[in-house]
């Protein structure tokens, strides 16, 4: 079956780092990847989107990489704010299905 | 432009009960989805609308829930009866188009505590 595993214990970094967060998958060719932040209380928050053929995406301080080889993507926050601090979420999708979500990995920005 | 909108945010009911939730997605979006989050998990898809048609409802478990989309706009979700195990956060997500490749927008989500 599709699994999709993200870091299950909280990343501590410190502010004005960079972040790196891994999501790993198996059992499954995604046509595109997606990254979300969700804070507590809140819905998910779209951040950026990679497909099969891309290799890198960036957006402003985000940067995502997709290996379909590895069956990997790092997601990276660079020059890291405390305000960064929430829980990202890594998701899969193809064609014109729902996405499947990682549990997320907890990030934790300290001053 | 305004977001998904969910309601009620919060319910607590107890087991055996029913309970139903209602989605307002963003204006135009013609792919709605239902998804439930278990505390520490991902969000997990249950069910997926294009217009007012299921497209996937795969994990939708279908003898205590249900869910419909009438005239392609708002959706309800319901559990009939509750379990213990129904405790979680159910969101709404609409996206514009239902190929996939676009972001979904989500709402607040409605916590559900079946005791």
């Known amino acids: 079956s599709q699994k999709i595993e993200q870091n299950s214990e909280a990343l501590n970094i410190q502010e004005g780092k960079t972040a790196t967060l891994t999501c790993n998958y198996t059992n499954y060719s995604p046509a595109y990847l997606q990254w979300y932040r969700q804070d507590p209380g809140r819905g998910p928050v779209f951040l950026l989107l990679?497909?099969?053929?891309?290799k890198e995406k960036r957006k402003e301080r985000l940067k995502v990489t997709f290996d379909t080889t590895l069956k990997q993507s790092l997601f990276h926050i660079t020059a890291s704010q405390p305000a960064d601090s929430a829980t990202y979420l890594c998701a899969l999708g193809g064609g014109a299905d729902g996405l499947t979500f990682g549990k997320g990995t907890h990030l934790i920005i300290q001053p | 432009e305004a977001g998904v909108a969910q309601s009620p945010r919060y319910k607590i009911i107890e087991k055996r009960q029913s309970v139903a939730f209602w989605c307002n997605p963003i204006?135009?979006?013609?792919?709605l989805y239902w998804y439930q989050q278990i505390l520490g998990q991902g969000p997990k898809l249950l069910i997926q609308f294009q217009n007012n048609g299921v497209v996937d409802d795969s994990q939708l478990p279908k003898d205590r829930f249900s869910a419909e989309r009438l005239k392609g706009v708002d959706s309800t979700l319901k559990i009939q009866p509750a379990k213990l195990e129904d405790s979680a956060v159910y969101l709404c997500?609409?996206?514009?188009?239902?190929?996939?490749?676009?972001?979904?927008?989500f709402g607040p989500g409605t916590r559900l505590t079946v005791t």
């Open positions: 997500a609409s996206s514009p188009a239902g190929t996939g490749f676009y972001e979904q927008y």
């Open positions: 990679i497909r099969e053929n891309e």
């Open positions: 204006s135009g979006h013609a792919t």
